[in-house]
Every structure is written in structure tokens, then in C-alpha cells.
């Protein structure tokens, strides 16, 4: 039942404000922890509940306002210097305001929130009191859930997935090409899209119910792109409201009044034109305006993407109490460091985000430090030290997670994964360290050999990876025994408009995400190998399966093809061939909602007018090698 009609407006703009407010209490309350003395910081806390207090106050949610004002009077008393702050009174209020963020929840569906645990509730009273503060029960957090397709699903595949064949005499080329190509199961659904009036009708729908640049975070080549709405679960539905600065929004109506000042100077032309003023001022004129217009519309695309772009902070932020929480549940001592909070990425990832980034900092704590312990033992400072941190660099940002810990073992991360059966002995006696770090990227690795709330179950490091190249990004570890382990994330700085490599087939046009192209190649019948009866390309001494992009669509066997693409697909390297290539170009991608084959990420417009298909690679190839 909704207990908010006639006030859902007045209630999503107070969880807006309130959430944003109580993320930064959260904050305010890790930096308190560090300086329990700083009388600002109690203030500002104190100031956040109140504020809080009041707006659930004005929407009768009453068991909310007795939570804040407890925590309220609890704040009074620690700036008054009535109490002293002790990390046991620091676990009561955090375990307060994970209630508060509770009642959001409840609030978000329209519910009034129930009212917190009896402990809570008692432990503040005693707190209020004077009296000694029990510890409250809690168990250690549990892991986000995570819905993501396995990298590699199958020992063979996860076998050739590691891989990293030197020479042809060290190559499973069989379970290469399985994990790569699916042998002769080819998918057929792309050689079906050969009607360019049914395409250029899904475009037209979709801009018709589509803003200017805007596209969902299912739109991403490497993705199982184009969900319809309906097959979203609940749990899965995102935030659509997005906060913009002011003066970015004036800029985009300033460009707006200057590209129709400049239509209309076109259209002017246009009918002297076709009156037949076609002389020498009229065409300079009309090439001024041309130009003014190209340089407009590229100024307003930059300037819809900023309206997109968001400080990383804002995510950022969650991520010290989650740590905190865990690391006292473990009885480690960690402080996680933040850098870089404002650098801006496009807001769907952010969201995108955060499920990888909370395995990562989860695995740091975890797995990457050390005990106090184990610290002393080995020279180390007691508290343990977990930086994250981001950066742009050029058209990417790089995330990094470094910890101060054991590092890890090469050589046991190998054992562990031989031992699990993930790959086989002979495959990893080629991996060098670096390769070997990769291993705990493989669905049902871990190197716990107990289970626990935490960790051990095997399910983290993939899914980090498989999110990450959902967003056509690419995760890689270096680490150093005792020392410790730096993982670092790169990823473009939006989705909205992807850089593609636009290659020929026949008389249609395909693209392939640019970030997946290492080299373009030609392709002579002299410089194919066959080595098990499959094609395959000596580069740099390197032996590469070659797999025509005919085969791949399913459009059978061509010998047309004079141009081959060097692919890094996950950690594997292969070519695929085509008959010719167009270039390279920037573009924004239209979703086939309606019907959408199989191995097309989504569709659009080359700069002649004619039907692009966007290909999704890893589909293309996963849904292969799922037939075996």
C-alpha cells in the first residue's frame, strides 16, 4: 500500500538530498574516527541528522525521526564534551546509520519504515546514559550480489583462455579454437540482417522515443545488449535522474540558439541556390555555413556528454566504512586512502561501478593485508593501508586499488588453479608470472580453502573482470610478495559515443570497438599456416588462430578477404579477417529493441549514409563456444 499519495514528488526529492547527505556523513564519521576531537566535523555530523530528522518529520515517518533524533542527542552530547568517542561507541552509530539507510529503503517503495533493531535502539539509550556500550552482534558483511556471465564456463575453454602460445608445439589448438570459435557452430542471425529498409525502420523507431545521445548502459558492445524493458528485474532498475550544473545546461542553450541562427542561414541559401544564384559568395557563404554548423554540432556533442559526467566521489565515498566494517569484522586494521575524487566519468558507469570496485576493496582487505599480527611479525606498520584511486589519462580513466600486503605467488596462484582443475598441468608450465597473476580472473578460483561469509567460494574476481569488460574496459594486476598488490582498471570516459574500426564484407559495412584492435594486418594465402587443419598467422614470432568474419556471422567461407584485424579479446589474441576496411570513426550507437540478431551490439549511420552493424564480439564468440 502507499503510504505517500499526493506526496511521491516531496518524497523522492527528500531520499535524493537525504542519501546524498547521509553518504556524507558517512564520510565525515571514517574522517571523525581518525580525529575524535575535531569539534567541526561533530558539528557537521550533527547538523546531517537533524537535517535528516526534520524532512522524515515532515513526511510522518515517525519511527525514522526517533532513530535521528537518539543519534541527534547522541552527537549533542559528544560535541558538548559530555562523552568521549570509542570505537565501540563509533560501531553503535555506524550500525545506526546503516538502519537510517535501511528506512531510505522502505521509504523508496513508498513504505514507512519499520522500526530499528531493539539493540540499536538500546545500545544509543545506554550510550545517552553514561553506561558501558555492549559491542552489537553483527556478523561479517555480506558480498554484493552480482548477476554476470562466466568469462570462461568450461575447463577447456578456461584452459585456452590462459593460454599464451609461444610457439605452435606448445598449443592446444583444438581447445583454442573451441574456446574462440565454437568449431563449426557457427551463429547464423547476423546473415540474416540484410534488409536495410527493416533497419533503417528500427533506427527510426528508436529515435523517435530516444533524447539526443541518450543510451542505456545495455548498449555497450561486449554486453548482452539491447534487454527490452521487461527483462529487467526490479532489483536491477537504476536511477534515470541525473544533477547538472547550471552553467553546462546554459551552454547547450547557447549552441542550441547558434545551430538554428545557422539553419537558418542555410535555408536562405538553399532557396537563393535553387533560384539559381549559384555564384562564387553565394557558395563561399554556403561552405562558411557548412563549416560553422560541423564545428556547432561537434561543440554541442561535448557539451550533452558533460551534462553526463559525474565526480567519481561521489561513488567513491561508500567504499572507507565499507572497509572499516570489514576489517573490524576480520580484527584487521585498515585505513582506505581516496585520490582522485574529482575526476568525472560518464554517470552510467559509475553505477556501473560499483559492484566491481566493492569486490575489489572486499579482496584488499580480505585477502591483500595482512593481521596486525602478521604485520608486526613482518616489519610492517600496524594498520594496513588500501589506496584507491582515479585518473584521467587522455580519452581513459585508470582506477587503481594498491594495498600495502602480502602480495601474491605466482607459483601458488598456478598450483591452486591446476588444483581446482581450471587448467591443466601441460598449459601451465607456459604462463610466465604475469600470466599466472591472470589465473585468479578464472570463474572458481580462490586460494581459500575455507568458506565464509566473506570469501572462498570463488565467485569475486571474475565478475570483477567480466563488469569491467562490459564497459569495454580492461582490469590487470601487478603485485610483489610482501610488498603488495596494484590493481588497475582502465576504462573510456563514455559509453555514449564509441570509437570503431569499420571494416568491408561484401557491400556491407561492420564495426568492431576500437579498443579490442591491435594491428591491421594483410592476409596473403603464402602467409596462412594451416597447424591441426586450422588457419593460423605467424606476428612476431607469435602463432595466431585466423578467423574470417564471414564464418564468424555466419555467411560461410570467403576468399575475398585481404585484411586481417588483430584482436585482444580477454587475455587471447587472434585475427580476424575481412575484405576490406573503411577506417576508423566515432559514433553513437542505435539499439535494435525490436529485433536485435544475435552478435549486433547495435547499429549506425557511416558518414556516407549507409547502415553500419555494430558487432558484438564476445557474444558472437561466447554464444559459439556455448554450443560445445
Same mark, same amino acid.
Given at each position: 500500500?502507499?503510504?505517500? %499519495?499526493?506526496?511521491?514528488?516531496?518524497?523522492?526529492?527528500?531520499?535524493?538530498?537525504?542519501?546524498?547527505?547521509?553518504?556524507?556523513? #558517512?564520510?565525515?564519521?571514517?574522517?571523525?574516527?581518525?580525529?575524535?576531537?575535531?569539534?567541526?566535523?561533530?558539528?557537521?555530523?550533527?547538523?546531517?541528522?537533524?537535517?535528516?530528522?526534520?524532512?522524515?518529520?515532515?513526511?510522518?515517518?515517525?519511527?525514522?525521526?526517533?532513530?535521528?533524533?537518539?543519534?541527534?542527542?547522541?552527537?549533542?552530547?559528544?560535541?558538548?564534551?559530555?562523552?568521549?568517542?570509542?570505537?565501540?561507541?563509533?560501531?553503535?552509530?555506524?550500525?545506526?546509520?546503516?538502519?537510517?539507510?535501511?528506512?531510505?529503503?522502505?521509504?523508496?517503495?513508498?513504505?514507512?519504515?519499520?522500526?530499528?533493531?531493539?539493540?540499536?535502539?538500546?545500545?544509543?539509550?545506554?550510550?545517552?546514559?553514561?553506561?558501558?556500550?555492549?559491542?552489537?552482534?553483527?556478523?561479517?558483511? @555480506?558480498?554484493?550480489?552480482?548477476?554476470?556471465?562466466?568469462?570462461?564456463?568450461?575447463?577447456?575453454?578456461?584452459?585456452?583462455?590462459?593460454?599464451?602460445?609461444?610457439?605452435?608445439?606448445?598449443?592446444?589448438?583444438?581447445?583454442?579454437?573451441?574456446?574462440?570459435?565454437?568449431?563449426?557452430?557457427?551463429? @547464423?542471425?547476423?546473415?540474416?540482417?540484410?534488409?536495410?529498409?527493416?533497419?533503417?525502420?528500427?533506427?527510426?523507431?528508436?529515435?523517435?522515443?530516444?533524447?539526443?545521445?541518450?543510451?542505456?548502459?545495455?548498449?555497450?558492445?561486449?554486453?548482452?545488449?539491447?534487454?527490452?524493458?521487461?527483462?529487467?528485474?526490479?532489483?536491477?532498475? @537504476?536511477?534515470?535522474?541525473?544533477?547538472?550544473?547550471? #552553467?553546462? *545546461?546554459? /551552454?547547450?542553450?547557447?549552441?542550441?540558439?547558434?545551430?538554428?541562427?545557422?539553419?537558418?542561414? *542555410?535555408?536562405?541559401?538553399?532557396?537563393?541556390?535553387?533560384?539559381?544564384?549559384?555564384?562564387?559568395?553565394?557558395?563561399?557563404?554556403?561552405?562558411?555555413?557548412?563549416?560553422?554548423?560541423?564545428?556547432?554540432?561537434?561543440?554541442?556533442?561535448?557539451?550533452?556528454?558533460?551534462?553526463?559526467?559525474?565526480?567519481?566521489?561521489?561513488?567513491?565515498?561508500?567504499?572507507?566504512?565499507?572497509?572499516?566494517?570489514?576489517?573490524?569484522?576480520?580484527?584487521?586494521?585498515?585505513?582506505?586512502?581516496?585520490?582522485?575524487?574529482?575526476?568525472?566519468?560518464?554517470?552510467?558507469?559509475?553505477?556501473?561501478?560499483? #559492484?566491481?570496485?566493492?569486490?575489489?576493496?572486499?579482496?584488499?582487505?580480505?585477502?591483500?593485508?595482512?593481521?596486525?599480527?602478521?604485520?608486526?611479525?613482518?616489519?610492517?606498520?600496524?594498520?594496513?593501508?588500501?589506496?584507491?584511486?582515479?585518473? /584521467?589519462?587522455?580519452?581513459?580513466?585508470?582506477?587503481?586499488?594498491?594495498d600495502d600486503g602480502k602480495g601474491m605467488r605466482p607459483e601458488v596462484i598456478r598450483n591452486k588453479a591446476i588444483e581446482k582443475g581450471l587448467i591443466t598441468a601441460e598449459i601451465a608450465n607456459t604462463l610466465d608470472e604475469a600470466r599466472c597473476l591472470e589465473l585468479i580472473f578464472l570463474p572458481g578460483f580462490s586460494t581459500k580453502d575455507q568458506i565464509s561469509s566473506v570469501s572462498g567460494r570463488g565467485v569475486g574476481m571474475d565478475v570483477v573482470k567480466t563488469?569491467?569488460?562490459?564497459?569495454?574496459?580492461?582490469?590487470?594486476?601487478?603485485?610483489?610478495?610482501?610488498?603488495?598488490?596494484?590493481?588497475?582498471?582502465?576504462?573510456?570516459?563514455?559509453?555514449?559515443?564509441?570509437?570503431?574500426?569499420?571494416?568491408?564484407?561484401?557491400?556491407?559495412?561492420?564495426? %568492431?570497438?576500437?579498443?579490442?584492435?591491435?594491428?591491421?594486418?594483410?592476409?596473403?594465402?603464402?602467409? *596462412?599456416? /594451416?597447424?591441426?587443419? @586450422?588457419?593460423?598467422?605467424?606476428?612476431?614470432?607469435?602463432?595466431?588462430? %585466423?578467423?574470417?568474419?564471414?564464418?564468424?556471422?555466419?555467411?560461410?567461407?570467403?576468399?575475398?578477404?585481404?585484411?586481417?584485424?588483430?584482436?585482444?579479446?580477454?587475455?587471447?589474441?587472434?585475427?580476424?579477417?575481412?575484405?576490406?576496411?573503411?577506417?576508423?570513426? #566515432?559514433?553513437?550507437?542505435?539499439?535494435?529493441?525490436?529485433?536485435?540478431?544475435?552478435?549486433?551490439?547495435?547499429?549506425?549511420?557511416?558518414?556516407?549514409?549507409?547502415?553500419?552493424?555494430?558487432?558484438?564480439?564476445?557474444?558472437?564468440?561466447?554464444?559459439?563456444?556455448?554450443?560445445?
Amino acid at each position: 500500500m502507499n503510504d505517500f %499519495v499526493g506526496m511521491e514528488e516531496l518524497l523522492q526529492d527528500f531520499l535524493m538530498e537525504a542519501g546524498d547527505m547521509l553518504s556524507d556523513v #558517512d564520510s565525515k564519521l571514517m574522517e571523525l574516527e581518525k580525529n575524535p576531537g575535531d569539534s567541526a566535523l561533530l558539528n557537521e555530523v550533527f547538523r546531517g541528522f537533524h537535517t535528516i530528522k526534520g524532512g522524515a518529520g515532515f513526511l510522518n515517518a515517525a519511527e525514522l525521526v526517533t532513530l535521528c533524533h537518539l543519534t541527534e542527542n547522541l552527537f549533542d552530547k559528544l560535541r558538548n564534551r559530555e562523552l568521549t568517542l570509542s570505537a565501540e561507541l563509533m560501531d553503535v552509530i555506524f550500525a545506526a546509520t546503516a538502519e537510517v539507510r535501511k528506512m531510505f529503503g522502505d521509504l523508496q517503495q513508498s513504505m514507512q519504515p519499520a522500526a530499528a533493531p531493539t539493540e540499536v535502539i538500546e545500545a544509543l539509550k545506554n550510550a545517552l546514559s553514561g553506561k558501558a556500550v555492549a559491542a552489537i552482534a553483527k556478523a561479517a558483511p @555480506k558480498p554484493a550480489v552480482v548477476s554476470s556471465a562466466a568469462a570462461v564456463s568450461a575447463p577447456a575453454a578456461a584452459s585456452a583462455a590462459a593460454a599464451a602460445p609461444a610457439g605452435a608445439e606448445n598449443v592446444d589448438w583444438d581447445a583454442l579454437y573451441n574456446a574462440l570459435t565454437g568449431g563449426a557452430d557457427i551463429v @547464423k542471425d547476423v546473415g540474416a540482417v540484410r534488409d536495410e529498409k527493416q533497419i533503417a525502420a528500427a533506427i527510426n523507431e528508436e529515435e523517435s522515443t530516444r533524447k539526443a545521445f541518450g543510451r542505456r548502459s545495455t548498449d555497450v558492445p561486449g554486453t548482452t545488449v539491447g534487454r527490452r524493458a521487461g527483462d529487467v528485474p526490479a532489483a536491477e532498475a @537504476k536511477e534515470t535522474t541525473i544533477r547538472v550544473d547550471t #552553467d553546462r *545546461l546554459d /551552454q547547450v542553450l547557447n549552441l542550441s540558439g547558434e545551430i538554428g541562427l545557422t539553419k537558418n542561414r *542555410l535555408t536562405h541559401l538553399r532557396s537563393d541556390i535553387l533560384q539559381g544564384h549559384s555564384d562564387p559568395d553565394t557558395l563561399r557563404e554556403l561552405d562558411q555555413s557548412v563549416s560553422q554548423l560541423d564545428m556547432l554540432v561537434v561543440s554541442l556533442q561535448n557539451a550533452v556528454m558533460k551534462t553526463r559526467m559525474q565526480p567519481i566521489g561521489r561513488l567513491f565515498k561508500k567504499y572507507p566504512r565499507l572497509a572499516r566494517d570489514l576489517a573490524r569484522s576480520l580484527g584487521k586494521d585498515v585505513e582506505l586512502v581516496l585520490n582522485g575524487e574529482e575526476t568525472e566519468m560518464d554517470k552510467t558507469m559509475i553505477e556501473d561501478l560499483n #559492484d566491481p570496485l566493492v569486490h575489489l576493496v572486499r579482496n584488499a582487505v580480505d585477502h591483500g593485508v595482512e593481521t596486525v599480527e602478521e604485520r608486526i611479525a613482518a616489519g610492517k606498520p600496524e594498520k594496513s593501508v588500501v589506496e584507491l584511486s582515479a585518473r /584521467q589519462e587522455g580519452d581513459h580513466i585508470l582506477i587503481t586499488i594498491v594495498d600495502d600486503g602480502k602480495g601474491m605467488r605466482p607459483e601458488v596462484i598456478r598450483n591452486k588453479a591446476i588444483e581446482k582443475g581450471l587448467i591443466t598441468a601441460e598449459i601451465a608450465n607456459t604462463l610466465d608470472e604475469a600470466r599466472c597473476l591472470e589465473l585468479i580472473f578464472l570463474p572458481g578460483f580462490s586460494t581459500k580453502d575455507q568458506i565464509s561469509s566473506v570469501s572462498g567460494r570463488g565467485v569475486g574476481m571474475d565478475v570483477v573482470k567480466t563488469n569491467i569488460q562490459k564497459l569495454n574496459g580492461t582490469v590487470s594486476i601487478q603485485s610483489e610478495e610482501g610488498k603488495g598488490t596494484t590493481i588497475s582498471i582502465s576504462l573510456p570516459l563514455t559509453l555514449a559515443i564509441l570509437p570503431v574500426l569499420v571494416l568491408r564484407l561484401a557491400d556491407q559495412s561492420f564495426a %568492431v570497438p576500437l579498443s579490442m584492435v591491435r594491428e591491421i594486418l594483410p592476409v596473403t594465402q603464402e602467409g *596462412l599456416q /594451416q597447424v591441426s587443419g @586450422k588457419a593460423t598467422m605467424v606476428v612476431r614470432g607469435e602463432v595466431l588462430p %585466423v578467423l574470417p568474419l564471414s564464418q564468424l556471422i555466419g555467411w560461410g567461407s570467403s576468399d575475398k578477404s585481404v585484411v586481417g584485424v588483430l584482436m585482444q579479446f580477454g587475455s587471447n589474441s587472434f585475427i580476424l579477417t575481412a575484405d576490406g576496411f573503411v577506417g576508423h570513426e #566515432d559514433v553513437v550507437i542505435k539499439s535494435l529493441d525490436t529485433f536485435r540478431p544475435k552478435g549486433v551490439a547495435g547499429v549506425t549511420m557511416s558518414s556516407e549514409g549507409d547502415i553500419v552493424l555494430i558487432l558484438d564480439i564476445k557474444e558472437l564468440l561466447s554464444d559459439v563456444r556455448g554450443g560445445h
